[in-house]
């Protein structure tokens, strides 16, 4: 991170026909509070002063500390305009963008090597073990931040040992209880309320039910892996409740700080605006469109491999016979919304649901896992697709096939055929899709 934030643009980047286009990067605490207010400031009064055609916002996923956040952002941007110059595709009369980068903390979970930073130190490496003692103990800490002293005290002494014996487990379950209370609610607008012997039945069964669950909570095949883990061991039970403090967070700034600034955007000019968000950044632009009434319609979303329910945007979720949570983005977005998914994306086809679910979803996980369906209803829409919301689901297109998209609201891409993995969303097929969006 540069010594200090500037009040006006992180950058200024050179696009197509050698144009400037100033690139923002806002900052949000785990709150929602802006931590950058004369930046955002900066950023409002620049579009009330000058007519901007287009503005572009990011949110990045999980585990993207700073430099990660702006070199994704970079990578992205970049591969966007050498896509436009070498194809020499067209721009809307009075094409002036402007960039805006959103920056959360993220950092307090791994999910696997696609999501690690660019600079992991090789297995075995002095580095690498002390980042990875490092890593455990802040989300130690974090978890711990939400108890009460003597509940911290028996987290921080469960969590050091080896193994969990079945009474430690429970005493764990009973502690963090509360963490995964609600930890749906938004998305499917399901009661997700577990009792103690709930949870210990999950942590028991979890690699049984997906062997691949030990890698992930490991961190991943590749540099780093721990190796398989038992079923009770502390640090598999940590990153599960991690992916509930993300997941909250992540919905927590969209629905706050980053509301407030779509809000204000909107209001300050009549720029088209155009939102993109990766994983849990996903949710967070969702939040952000969803938690409540907007001065204009945004122009455009494009989703990346969401990591959020794909119920989300359901007429009705089973059980709840209501919406889904983000059901209402649908009408406060001018062009259709368009969301990758991927088969190959591990995180989002294998795990994801196995974290984010209740006891009652152990059953239906298995059944539904082996026809290719969505495995319950906490599934991944980066895994799966959309699902229950008028949905049209269509392969992957590359330049100059241009997407059909009359007459839909939101279109399931399946990306599988260019998307090799959770982190892989900055290529040519989704330079492309963000084309269509932006140009249509």
């Known amino acids: 991170m540069a010594d200090r934030l500037p009040p006006g643009p992180y950058r200024t980047l050179t696009g197509p026909g050698d144009i400037a286009v100033p690139f923002y990067v806002i900052p949000f605490d785990k709150r929602g509070l802006c931590t950058g207010p004369e ?12 007519r901007y055609s287009d503005v572009f916002v990011f949110s990045h996923g999980w585990n993207n500390d700073w430099k990660t956040a702006i070199q994704r ?5 970049g591969g966007y305009m ?35 930073g660019p600079d992991i130190a090789a297995a075995g490496a002095p580095e690498a073990a002390d980042e990875a003692v490092a890593e455990e103990r802040r989300e130690i800490e974090e978890l711990a931040e939400q108890l009460d002293d ?3 005290a028996d987290l921080y002494a469960l969590t050091q040992k080896e193994k969990l014996t079945e009474e430690e487990a429970r005493r764990l379950a009973e502690i963090v209880a509360d963490f995964y209370r609600g930890g749906a609610d938004d998305e499917l607008g399901v ?31 590749g540099p780093g892996t721990a190796g398989a883990l038992s079923a009770l061991d502390p640090r598999n039970i940590v990153r599960t409740l991690t992916v509930h403090q993300m997941k909250d967070r992540a919905g927590r700034v969209g629905a706050t700080g980053v509301h407030e600034l779509v809000r204000d955007m909107l209001a300050a000019g009549d720029a088209r605006l155009h939102l993109i968000g990766h994983s849990y950044g996903g949710k967070v632009v969702l939040s952000a469109i969803s938690a409540g009434p907007l001065p204009r319609k945004v122009r455009s979303v494009l989703l990346l491999q969401p990591a959020v329910s794909h119920l989300a ?16 983005a649908l009408d406060r ?28 979803d152990l059953g239906e996980a298995r059944i539904a896992a082996a026809s290719g369906a ?13 699902r229950g919301a008028g949905e049209r689901l269509i392969d992957v297109l590359d330049a100059p096939n241009r997407y059909a998209l009359e007459g839909g609201r939101l279109f399931g891409i399946d990306g599988s055929r260019t998307i090799g993995g959770h982190g892989d969303i900055s290529n040519e097929s989704t330079w492309w899709a963000l084309y269509n969006l932006a140009s249509r």
């Open 150 to 152: 003597r509940q911290a």
């Open 73 to 77: 952002y970079e990578g992205f941007i």
């Open 333 to 360: 977005v001018e062009n259709p919304i368009l969301s990758t998914y991927s088969s190959h994306d591990f995180p989002l086809t294998k795990v994801f649901h196995l974290s984010v679910r209740r006891k009652d």
């Open 374 to 386: 969505p495995p319950s209803k906490f599934a991944a829409l980066g895994g799966f697709g959309p």
């Open 82 to 116: 050498r896509m436009r110059r070498d194809r020499a595709l067209p721009a809307p009369d009075g094409y002036k963008p402007l960039l805006v980068g959103i920056f959360w903390p993220s950092t307090a979970l791994v999910f696997g090597e696609s999501e690690r």
């Open 39 to 50: 930046t955002r400031r900066h950023l409002l009064d620049r579009l009330r002063a000058e």
């Open 313 to 328: 945007f359901a007429e009705r979720v089973p059980e709840a016979n209501r919406p889904g949570g983000y059901r209402a």
């Open 191 to 221: 009661e997700t309320a577990v009792t103690a012997e709930d949870l210990l039945e999950i942590w028991k069964q979890a690699p049984a039910e997906e062997d691949d669950l030990a890698a992930f909570v490991a961190g991943g095949p």
